[in-house]
């Protein structure tokens, strides 16, 4: 599991370009790609393509759940029209939830890369550890203490804040869902900046002062530069996965005012008849705009190592 | 202010004296706050496996042992935890095994389609598991109609279907993960093993394999813990089958068991051990 | 340490002086190594020294199979080892940064290559070798657990037990502290006259190469420039590019003139000079004429009849314990040092723009081939170290 600390690895590699091949051996690489490139094509290529056919395909008016091949772009209309605003939620939450995230990421993995001492493995381990509770027990969870009966709402309450939430409740609002998404993918955050922090020098850091202590711009001009190949993966790593979520909506969301895409591509999957070619144009949808998004980002801020 | 006497130390108010000491500690305050965060649903999990309760495990009712005593006790739990550890194992294999392999070709290897294959990797990291999951269900029912049409089969959504996504959705975070041990890999090594009458497959399994084996054990238990805890992908492709995730999620509905709160944490605490027996280890073999 | 068995299928046995035929490494952009050809004897300890980027690591690279010549061939005695793997040469090396395997304590490292080679007695192999660098007591510990001193001799032990033909030491001292690397280089020496073999050792340091080597060979631009004994090396170096690299020298472009029985005469910037044709790489034409710095002499006034001197104005003055260091600036604008010894009693005590006579024994003056960009060097080293 730590190994998903390596992924904000960023930093220049040991190794220089490989060597070439010498002479006769020009396969061996093909050989050693071909299982795992094989289970991707046909796994997560071929799959995808299937998936994109059905999302162009039309039904019989009199027969519904019944389809026809067809080149049918009037699904994509009918799933960017009927359920945009399911779209701007998901971007929404999901953008919301990586800055949360982050905020909360940065100062946990700055403390295990730099305060710690001793206790960076344990800390390390503490993080992960909660992957191993359920992430479907662990969001229930969230909904008792969220609830209006729960703890969360009774200290609300007491302060006089609860009325600063939307009707009043934490529950079932977009609170509780952009909390609980926060909640899940934090570890996907603190890992990948952790391990770009622990590779940066501590003394460059020292040099230009402390965190918060000696004042925002050390940290702003130094300490973040050093660390963005591990925040360009953390946030890649929260954003797509909350993008595409629907588990947090479903338990912790309303029953119509904070569903996001991945719910409506659920429910037209497997609770509406007829529903599944909209299923489907939703779902290349949603790819294709996380895709957009992730190569701009980046492009922007150029991390090769992603790739 | 300003005029301090030479020789006199100067001393900063109670007010900049606290100031200074939480600025000095700032990071690590929060720090443990958020690891509280992460785990203050682990302890309402861990609190609410001992309540006693009626229909639903909601509200407080009372302590009772009788969940930890009896932690098969819920119909189904234990078979979907047994299913899930299955999965998580097997997939893990497979994914490790093909994994390694992409990463030591993409490493060590210059060749035609090098960059395509990284990107063929990426993409699916950067896919969200809801559009995996509906494009497997495609192919899987369309194929499946078909071969059973052709011969006659039963072939449905279950066990296999759930394992071969999960192989699929494993092998990129592998594949990042051993690669980034094999990049830190100095290739001085392996010149100095073949210096040292080393042939390449000795050199591999002396020097190269060793030396990046922590990064492939690193990669097989986030492999196993991305399997063990799917829920999306794996509600798409299940069928009939449960594994514990779903078994949760299903049962919400109804009332979740206190047993499946005894399971998850369980899990938690084997987990928590289990990485550290392994740190101790690892420690002492270093020495 | 006799070899019992081995077992390492295309293993080339070969004993006898390594030698370099034409050996030309060319890579995409540039050529490394340049038509070398060069010969070591059995049991001689060689330095190749140069400025990074001349092509020596490249030449050790091929010598150990790590690298293979474009053109070339690679001999012991009379086995040709070109084109062959590095595991089936019977040469060793120690790696700039020691490569030593993290993961096998110091006993298995040294013990690595008796065992891969199948060695019967690959362990009291291994406790001989460590005994050698004097590191038995260290043997159960891990790399990481040794300073960099202590891995440096494990690296020796390591290649050395296999007894090679040819040991290859590539900057093995350049991690090390100063003090360390005066101790090492000692110890180096040491073993090598206790066990005999060839050692090739290459470098940058030319202190390191001259106390160490019983031959030097300068390399630049992939060609080797001059190859002989250290002390003739400094004595008389052949191009502009060895008297600079090998110790510090002054330069000054000019022509010869004239011959006056054993001497050339030449015209360098407006003096005239002499130099023993015996030590003149070039006989008529253009020539850059030079004179090691303490071969000269800084004196107020003009000395009588020696006809070498030079008239200048000091520019720096620095005493450095044993001897003065002057910066003298000529003329015709270059800038050539000179030290004396603290000997007089009563010290010259020259201050910056003071005019002073700089002269020589002829006998000491050299002649080699023209080469601007050599002289501007020499000059840039000394005005950097002067300033």
Redesign the interface.
């Given at each position: 599991m730590s190994a998903l600390a390596h992924m904000g690895g960023g930093g220049a590699p040991a190794t220089a370009m490989p060597p070439k091949e010498p002479s006769g051996r020009s396969w061996l690489p093909y050989l050693l790609l071909l299982p795992g490139v094989l289970w991707l094509l046909v796994f997560f290529i071929y799959p995808l393509a299937q998936l994109f056919a059905v999302s162009l395909y039309s039904d019989y008016p009199d027969y519904p759940g019944y389809y026809y091949q067809d080149v049918n772009w009037h699904n994509y209309v009918r799933a960017l029209t009927d359920f945009l605003p399911h779209f701007g939620r998901s971007m929404l939450y999901a953008g919301l939830a990586t800055f949360f995230a982050f905020v909360l990421a940065y100062p946990l993995a700055y403390a295990m890369a730099f305060k710690a001492g001793k206790w960076r493995g344990i800390m390390m381990i503490l993080v992960i550890a909660p992957f191993f509770t359920s992430f479907i027990l662990r969001t229930i969870a969230w909904r008792q203490i969220l609830a209006d009966e729960g703890p969360v709402a009774w200290v609300l309450e007491h302060l006089h804040l609860l009325s600063f939430m939307p009707n009043g409740r934490i529950t079932e609002t977009w609170v509780a869902v952009v909390a609980g998404l926060t909640y899940n993918f934090l570890p996907f955050m603190v890992l990948p900046i952790y391990a770009s922090l622990e590779r940066a020098d501590p003394r460059v850091i020292e040099a230009g002062g402390d965190l918060y202590a000696n004042g925002f711009t050390t940290f702003r001009t130094v300490t973040l530069p050093m660390s963005m190949p591990g925040v360009i993966a953390g946030t890649l790593l929260t954003f797509i996965p909350a993008a595409g979520d629907y588990v947090n909506a479903e338990l912790l969301g309303s029953d119509t005012g904070t569903k996001m895409v991945g719910n409506v591509i659920e429910s037209q999957f497997f609770k509406v008849l007829g529903g599944y070619p909209i299923a489907a144009a939703l779902s290349f949808s949603l790819m294709a705009l996380i895709l957009a998004m992730v190569f701009l980002y980046v492009r922007r801020y150029g991390t090769e190592e992603l790739l | 202010m300003s005029t301090q006497t030479v020789g006199t130390a100067y001393r900063p108010s109670l007010g900049k004296r606290v100031q200074g000491w939480l600025a000095g500690r700032f990071a690590m305050i929060v720090a443990v706050l958020v690891l509280l965060y992460l785990f203050l649903p682990v302890f309402y999990t861990f609190i609410f496996s001992f309540n006693d309760y009626r229909k639903s495990n909601i509200e407080w009712r009372g302590f009772t042992l009788k969940h930890w005593a009896n932690p098969c006790g819920a119909a189904g739990a234990c078979d979907s935890l047994v299913t899930s550890l299955e999965i998580g194992l097997l997939s893990t294999l497979v994914a490790t095994m093909l994994g390694t392999l992409v990463a030591f070709a993409l490493v060590r290897h210059r060749f035609r389609g090098r960059g395509a294959s990284n990107i063929l990797v990426f993409v699916p990291m950067a896919t969200p598991e809801i559009v995996l999951g509906a494009s497997l269900l495609t192919i899987f029912v369309n194929g499946f109609t078909q071969l059973n049409g052709w011969f006659g089969t039963d072939l449905k959504l279950g066990f296999w279907t759930i394992t071969i996504a999960h192989i699929m959705f494993c092998i990129s975070f592998v594949v990042v993960s051993v690669k980034a041990r094999l990049q830190s890999l100095d290739p001085r090594l392996e010149e100095a093993a073949q210096d040292l009458y080393a042939g390449p497959a000795e050199t591999f399994w002396k020097i190269t394999f060793p030396l990046v084996l922590p990064g492939i054990v690193g990669a097989a238990l986030l492999a196993f813990s991305l399997s063990f805890d799917d829920f999306i992908i794996t509600s798409f492709v299940s069928g009939n089958e449960t594994t514990f995730p779903k078994f949760v999620y299903v049962s919400y509905l109804r009332g979740i068991p206190a047993q499946a709160n005894v399971i998850g944490f369980s899990m938690f605490v084997i987990a928590l051990a289990l990485v550290i027996i392994g740190q101790i280890v690892g420690n002492a073999r270093k020495k | 340490m006799a070899r019992n068995g081995r077992s390492?299928s295309g293993?080339r046995e070969a004993k006898g002086d390594l030698r370099l035929e034409n050996v030309t490494k060319a890579f995409a952009d540039f050529t490394a190594v340049d038509d070398l050809s060069l010969v070591v004897p059995r049991g001689s300890f060689f330095a190749l020294l140069g400025p990074s980027g001349c092509g020596k690591t490249t030449t050790l690279r091929m010598v150990?199979?790590?690298d293979q010549p474009t053109a070339g061939r690679i001999l012991v005695g009379e086995t040709d080892l070109t084109g062959s793997?590095?595991?089936e040469r019977p040469?060793?090396?120690v790696?700039?940064?020691y490569?030593?395997?993290?993961?096998l304590t110091i006993r298995d490292n040294v013990a690595?290559?008796p065992k891969?080679?199948g060695e019967a007695n690959a362990a009291s192999l291994a406790e001989d070798a460590l005994a050698l660098v004097q590191m038995t007591h260290l043997g159960g510990r891990?790399p990481a657990q040794l300073s960099g001193g202590q891995q440096q001799r494990v690296a020796v032990a390591?290649?050395l037990v296999?007894r090679p033909e040819v040991l290859l030491l590539d900057e093995p001292l350049g991690a090390l502290d100063l003090k360390l690397r005066r101790q090492m280089q000692v110890e180096l020496k040491r073993i090598q006259t206790e066990v005999g073999l060839t050692f090739i050792h290459v470098t940058h340091d030319q202190e390191e190469a001259m106390t160490m080597a019983d031959t030097v060979a300068v390399m630049n631009r992939g060609r080797i420039e001059q190859m002989g004994p250290p002390v003739q090396m400094y004595d008389l170096p052949k191009t502009a590019f060895v008297a600079n690299f090998v110790g510090q020298s002054n330069l000054g472009q000019g022509h010869i003139t004239g011959r006056d029985a054993d001497f050339l005469i030449a015209d360098v910037q407006g003096s005239t000079v002499r130099i023993p044709a015996r030590r003149s790489s070039v006989e008529s034409g253009a020539v850059t004429f030079g004179v090691r710095p303490e071969k000269v002499s800084v004196k107020r006034t003009r000395p009588e009849g020696t006809g070498n001197d030079v008239r200048g104005t000091v520019l720096d003055v620095s005493f450095i314990g044993v001897a003065t260091q002057y910066l003298v600036r000529l003329p015709s604008g270059t800038v050539w040092s000179a030290y004396e010894q603290n000997l007089d009693l009563e010290p010259m005590d020259l201050r910056p723009g003071d005019e002073v006579w700089l002269t020589w024994n002829p006998g000491h003056a050299f002649g080699v081939g023209p080469d601007p960009d050599a002289v501007q060097a020499a000059e840039a080293a000394k005005v950097g170290a002067g300033e």
């Amino acid at each position: 599991m730590s190994a998903l600390a390596h992924m904000g690895g960023g930093g220049a590699p040991a190794t220089a370009m490989p060597p070439k091949e010498p002479s006769g051996r020009s396969w061996l690489p093909y050989l050693l790609l071909l299982p795992g490139v094989l289970w991707l094509l046909v796994f997560f290529i071929y799959p995808l393509a299937q998936l994109f056919a059905v999302s162009l395909y039309s039904d019989y008016p009199d027969y519904p759940g019944y389809y026809y091949q067809d080149v049918n772009w009037h699904n994509y209309v009918r799933a960017l029209t009927d359920f945009l605003p399911h779209f701007g939620r998901s971007m929404l939450y999901a953008g919301l939830a990586t800055f949360f995230a982050f905020v909360l990421a940065y100062p946990l993995a700055y403390a295990m890369a730099f305060k710690a001492g001793k206790w960076r493995g344990i800390m390390m381990i503490l993080v992960i550890a909660p992957f191993f509770t359920s992430f479907i027990l662990r969001t229930i969870a969230w909904r008792q203490i969220l609830a209006d009966e729960g703890p969360v709402a009774w200290v609300l309450e007491h302060l006089h804040l609860l009325s600063f939430m939307p009707n009043g409740r934490i529950t079932e609002t977009w609170v509780a869902v952009v909390a609980g998404l926060t909640y899940n993918f934090l570890p996907f955050m603190v890992l990948p900046i952790y391990a770009s922090l622990e590779r940066a020098d501590p003394r460059v850091i020292e040099a230009g002062g402390d965190l918060y202590a000696n004042g925002f711009t050390t940290f702003r001009t130094v300490t973040l530069p050093m660390s963005m190949p591990g925040v360009i993966a953390g946030t890649l790593l929260t954003f797509i996965p909350a993008a595409g979520d629907y588990v947090n909506a479903e338990l912790l969301g309303s029953d119509t005012g904070t569903k996001m895409v991945g719910n409506v591509i659920e429910s037209q999957f497997f609770k509406v008849l007829g529903g599944y070619p909209i299923a489907a144009a939703l779902s290349f949808s949603l790819m294709a705009l996380i895709l957009a998004m992730v190569f701009l980002y980046v492009r922007r801020y150029g991390t090769e190592e992603l790739l | 202010m300003s005029t301090q006497t030479v020789g006199t130390a100067y001393r900063p108010s109670l007010g900049k004296r606290v100031q200074g000491w939480l600025a000095g500690r700032f990071a690590m305050i929060v720090a443990v706050l958020v690891l509280l965060y992460l785990f203050l649903p682990v302890f309402y999990t861990f609190i609410f496996s001992f309540n006693d309760y009626r229909k639903s495990n909601i509200e407080w009712r009372g302590f009772t042992l009788k969940h930890w005593a009896n932690p098969c006790g819920a119909a189904g739990a234990c078979d979907s935890l047994v299913t899930s550890l299955e999965i998580g194992l097997l997939s893990t294999l497979v994914a490790t095994m093909l994994g390694t392999l992409v990463a030591f070709a993409l490493v060590r290897h210059r060749f035609r389609g090098r960059g395509a294959s990284n990107i063929l990797v990426f993409v699916p990291m950067a896919t969200p598991e809801i559009v995996l999951g509906a494009s497997l269900l495609t192919i899987f029912v369309n194929g499946f109609t078909q071969l059973n049409g052709w011969f006659g089969t039963d072939l449905k959504l279950g066990f296999w279907t759930i394992t071969i996504a999960h192989i699929m959705f494993c092998i990129s975070f592998v594949v990042v993960s051993v690669k980034a041990r094999l990049q830190s890999l100095d290739p001085r090594l392996e010149e100095a093993a073949q210096d040292l009458y080393a042939g390449p497959a000795e050199t591999f399994w002396k020097i190269t394999f060793p030396l990046v084996l922590p990064g492939i054990v690193g990669a097989a238990l986030l492999a196993f813990s991305l399997s063990f805890d799917d829920f999306i992908i794996t509600s798409f492709v299940s069928g009939n089958e449960t594994t514990f995730p779903k078994f949760v999620y299903v049962s919400y509905l109804r009332g979740i068991p206190a047993q499946a709160n005894v399971i998850g944490f369980s899990m938690f605490v084997i987990a928590l051990a289990l990485v550290i027996i392994g740190q101790i280890v690892g420690n002492a073999r270093k020495k | 340490m006799a070899r019992n068995g081995r077992s390492v299928s295309g293993f080339r046995e070969a004993k006898g002086d390594l030698r370099l035929e034409n050996v030309t490494k060319a890579f995409a952009d540039f050529t490394a190594v340049d038509d070398l050809s060069l010969v070591v004897p059995r049991g001689s300890f060689f330095a190749l020294l140069g400025p990074s980027g001349c092509g020596k690591t490249t030449t050790l690279r091929m010598v150990a199979g790590l690298d293979q010549p474009t053109a070339g061939r690679i001999l012991v005695g009379e086995t040709d080892l070109t084109g062959s793997r590095p595991y089936e040469r019977p040469v060793n090396t120690v790696f700039q940064s020691y490569a030593l395997f993290p993961h096998l304590t110091i006993r298995d490292n040294v013990a690595f290559g008796p065992k891969r080679r199948g060695e019967a007695n690959a362990a009291s192999l291994a406790e001989d070798a460590l005994a050698l660098v004097q590191m038995t007591h260290l043997g159960g510990r891990k790399p990481a657990q040794l300073s960099g001193g202590q891995q440096q001799r494990v690296a020796v032990a390591r290649a050395l037990v296999n007894r090679p033909e040819v040991l290859l030491l590539d900057e093995p001292l350049g991690a090390l502290d100063l003090k360390l690397r005066r101790q090492m280089q000692v110890e180096l020496k040491r073993i090598q006259t206790e066990v005999g073999l060839t050692f090739i050792h290459v470098t940058h340091d030319q202190e390191e190469a001259m106390t160490m080597a019983d031959t030097v060979a300068v390399m630049n631009r992939g060609r080797i420039e001059q190859m002989g004994p250290p002390v003739q090396m400094y004595d008389l170096p052949k191009t502009a590019f060895v008297a600079n690299f090998v110790g510090q020298s002054n330069l000054g472009q000019g022509h010869i003139t004239g011959r006056d029985a054993d001497f050339l005469i030449a015209d360098v910037q407006g003096s005239t000079v002499r130099i023993p044709a015996r030590r003149s790489s070039v006989e008529s034409g253009a020539v850059t004429f030079g004179v090691r710095p303490e071969k000269v002499s800084v004196k107020r006034t003009r000395p009588e009849g020696t006809g070498n001197d030079v008239r200048g104005t000091v520019l720096d003055v620095s005493f450095i314990g044993v001897a003065t260091q002057y910066l003298v600036r000529l003329p015709s604008g270059t800038v050539w040092s000179a030290y004396e010894q603290n000997l007089d009693l009563e010290p010259m005590d020259l201050r910056p723009g003071d005019e002073v006579w700089l002269t020589w024994n002829p006998g000491h003056a050299f002649g080699v081939g023209p080469d601007p960009d050599a002289v501007q060097a020499a000059e840039a080293a000394k005005v950097g170290a002067g300033e």
